[in-house]
């Protein structure tokens, strides 16, 4: 069956510290894989989305970054962190929509403190 | 571009009893998914239920169940039985039919459960 894994699951940085959260798939191969930040008090906002390796597309432009170096990793990243960055982040994967399933298969979360 | 919209930021129920909880979104595609996903405290977003826009019985699992009003584009959920571990943030999700494309969230209907 299939697994997804996000770590850290807690994280407390200081402003202008890096980032690196982490994200892997099991028991699929080429997955879409997306990193998604869900602000206190609000939904769900789309951050980036990857159809592959090497393919990232951006939603939202800020100081995040994401990568995918494997067929089911999938990084978010920071070089320098922002109190706005504060928040908790679900990486999530799913199978083509051509699929007719459709449905996102979330991991546990990362909940990141920047003070 | 699409958008999901729940009104109702907070709800409330007694156990047993009967609630439903609004969706509405708006979208020019005429193939889509959408979603009513659960997250408990634990934060873990769990699928309660999928409707494909092809389809035009509404979807039940279990003691969920949908009203999908293709032409109002309208996707209510009606939680029967209510029970203490039905309390919850819920969100409605829209996802296109197209490859590579990712859920767009509500902003989430808060349910508490009363004894």
């Known amino acids: 069956s299939q697994t997804i894994h996000q770590w850290p699951a807690t994280l407390v940085q200081p402003v202008g510290s890096p980032l690196s959260l982490e994200c892997t798939v099991e028991g699929t191969s080429n997955p879409n894989l997306y990193w998604y930040r869900q602000a206190a008090g609000r939904g769900l906002q789309l951050l980036f989305y990857s159809v592959g390796i090497g393919q990232i597309s951006s939603e939202v432009p800020q100081n995040l970054s994401a990568s995918r170096p494997q067929d089911r990793q999938f990084i978010l990243s920071s070089k320098k962190l922002l109190l706005s960055d504060s928040g908790f982040y679900l990486c999530?994967?799913?199978?083509?929509?051509?699929?007719?399933?459709?449905?996102?298969?979330f991991g546990e979360g990362s909940r990141l403190t920047v003070l | 571009a699409q958008t999901v919209t729940q009104s109702q930021p907070e709800m409330s129920v007694q156990e047993a009893e009967t609630v439903t909880l609004s969706c509405t979104y708006d979208?020019?595609?005429?193939?889509?998914?959408l979603f009513w996903y659960k997250q408990p405290p634990s934060r873990q977003m769990i699928l309660v239920i999928r409707q494909e826009a092809y389809k035009q019985q509404n979807a039940t699992e279990n003691r969920f169940s949908v009203n999908f009003q293709k032409a109002a584009k309208s996707f209510s959920l009606k939680i029967s039985d209510s029970q203490l571990g039905d309390a919850a943030m819920y969100f409605c999700a829209y996802r296109s039919a197209l490859a590579g494309t990712a859920l767009i969230f509500g902003k989430g209907t808060t349910l508490s459960v009363s004894s």
């Open positions: 999530a994967w799913s199978v083509d929509p051509s699929e007719k399933t459709g449905e996102l298969f």
């Open positions: 979208t020019s595609e005429s193939d889509y998914y």
